[in-house]
Structure formats: C-alpha cells, structure tokens
C-alpha cells in the first residue's frame, strides 16, 4: 500500500541542544551509532491520473553529502550545496564566499532553507509554505489542519500522531516557549525529518545539526509517541492524517489569508 511522501534563518541547533539525541561521530554520543539507513525511491504523482515517476530519495542523499555530521558549513566542498539550499528552498542568494565565513553562517542559520529545499526537489509545489524559518511553515500547516483545506500539509500536536516516515517533527528552542496553541512566524524552532521507525526511538535528519546535516535518534513512548522534550508538532502530508481534531484549540486562530490560494501541483507525494 502506498503511503504519502511528508515531510530558515533562525538560530539553529547548537551542539548543546543536541546533546543525548546524536549517535555516532559526536562528542555529545551515547550508545550504539546509528545504522546506515536504506535509500528507497520516492514516487511523485503530478495530476488527478498521475503519470507516477520515480527520484532517489533526497533527504538521505544530503545525508550522504554531508557525511553525517563530517563535513561542516564553512567547507568550500559545500558551499554551492549551500548556495542552492538558500536559491532553491527560499529565493535566497549568498555568496560563496559569506557562506565560508563563520561569523555570516553564526547570523545566516540553514536549517529550514535545507527543508524548503528537500520540499520543492521532493515536488511540493505551491502547496509547501517555503520559508527561511521553521515557524512560518509550522504555523501554514496548522492553518491547514484548523481550516480543514485540500492542502495536503497539517500540522498535529505531538501527542495526536505516531510519528511516521516522511513526518516533519518540530520542536521549541532558545527559551521560545512555543507551542502548538501559540505557534507564530517568528518564535524560534526547528524540525526535522523523519527517516526511519525504530521500537521506542524514531530517526531524524536535519540541516544545520552541528553545523552540518545529520541524524539523531529520539525517543518513543510505548504507544509510539515522541518522548523528548520540547517537541510539540508532527506535520504529516496527505494520508493518516486524523479526520477531526483530538481537541480543539482554546486560542483562536484566522488563517493566513494565502491558505486558500495555496493548490498543491503535485496532489500527493508517493512511498513505498
């Protein structure tokens, strides 16, 4: 059965705050590296009778360019890469050389221009809200779910879902203190990836993880729930999605007034 492909600057994620969740090749490890993680190929479908094509999976092929967490932001070997994360992901241009200048990527974090990227290379079209932070996109998806629109993209609190394949998860950081209920542009978070489902624990890749991208384990409940602190949505795209709200938000909330304009070109992204 298939199953639906889901899955900026703001201050990125420090080594201490990803401390006790990176495996393998940190100084922050504890436990067994993570294991080399397959590459399945993702399936797009592009029309209402979509002539489905096949592409390389490109979250773990930015993984592999990366070594996982080996080769940092300031490496000339990536700076092109950088280049076109920022271009492509957000319609951002920086040259090379800011890119190579520790103190410009201090002020320029990545992390959510890297997923704006794998997002229009995955074929998201206009349904994906690209942008330079996290909260904007966080928030789009949740006007999604409020509205209850054909945007294939909605944000869920993180107790309302088992976190799957292709799931963005998302979390505070800084002391920002944000939430699903009060989730705006501007409140500093970070999301990454979900590429594996593991008994109790769930892999994630990210951009901007220690200055690079790379994966981390995060724990699981027994009934599959995310277990770390902080983390407070899932954003899932299309299938598995709840029917109706857990509960209802006690804040209210007006959707963006593009949410209505946004028509994916792509309905639905396709896995294995």
Known sequence: MNKLLRFNPEPFETESEIAGTLRGGSPFSHGAPVAPLS????ETAASVRPRRRTQPRP????LARWGNRKIKETDPKVRRVLQDYWKTGTG?????DQLGDPAFQKDHPWSAAFLSWIMKTAGAGTAFKYSTAHATYIRSAKDNRLANNDNPFKAYRIGELTPQVGDLVCKSRSGSAATYENIRPGMKTHCDIVTEVRPRSIVTVGGNVDSSVGQKILRTDANGRIAEPDYFAVIRIGEGQPSVPVAPTPLPVTPSANAAAWTPTSRKFWRP
């Open 39 to 42: 590459a399945p190929e993702w």
């Open 92 to 96: 951002t241009s920086y040259r090379e």
């Open 59 to 62: 979250t773990l092929q930015e």
